[in-house]
């Protein structure tokens, strides 16, 4: 059965297979044969848009009995059960059916959803005042040179500011060099 603008599978072909039956799908259709008898129970036939369409067999969806409690979960937002219970007991939401409150109430979106991470610590030796602290990296080589040839660069970082300050270089061994004129650069400003 199509459901226009659905955007997920109506049928588990590998489910089916793992409940025993054979999915045959060809170029003018597709056949679901149960592995059992050996009886065909499905057919259907292929579109234009490349649409298998079952003309045969049951049109149902089954749910079982114990799963409506998730659903419901979920429906609501992933709502606690004590929360859904309490629902049910007040009639707060129409059609919502008494559930029952499962044994294994641990979901685990719901449980990701509740973790929390420790704030980061607190830097140790943080500098005080301008230039006190430069962090740097060199980085390279890399895929595209610039447009004078050089494929490395470095980077200076003030700790206390933030200001950042960027050298380009041809080679590794420029390194000494750059963090000199860097030196001489933010000692003069």
């Not at 588990?12 to 999915?23: I, L, R």
């Not at 129970?41 to 114990?66: A, D, M, P, W």
Request: hydrophobic share 30%; proline share 2%.
């Amino acid at each position: 059965m199509y459901v226009d603008g659905l955007k997920h599978n109506l049928i588990s072909v590998s489910q089916m297979c793992d409940q025993g039956t054979e999915v045959i799908f060809r170029s003018n259709g597709c056949s679901v044969r149960d592995l059992d008898i050996g009886k065909t129970v499905i057919k259907g036939i292929r579109t234009s848009n490349n649409l298998y369409i079952f003309k045969e067999g049951q049109h149902q969806c089954y749910l079982r009995k114990n799963d409506e409690h998730w659903l419901w979960h979920r429906r609501l937002g992933h709502l606690s059960f004590s929360q859904i219970r309490k629902a049910c007991k007040y009639q707060a939401v129409r059609g919502l059916p008494d559930i029952k409150i499962p044994e294994n109430t641990i979901f685990k979106s719901c449980q990701f959803g509740k973790q929390t991470r420790t704030n980061f610590p607190e830097k140790e030796g943080s500098a005080s005042r301008l230039l006190e602290l430069v962090h740097t990296d060199v980085c390279g080589s890399s895929r595209k040179m610039s447009p004078r040839g050089e494929e490395y660069f470095i980077l200076f970082i003030d700790d206390y500011s933030r200001m950042c300050w960027i050298g380009l270089m041809k080679r590794k061994d420029e390194v000494f060099e750059k963090l000199k004129s860097f030196k001489a650069l933010v000692e003069n400003e």
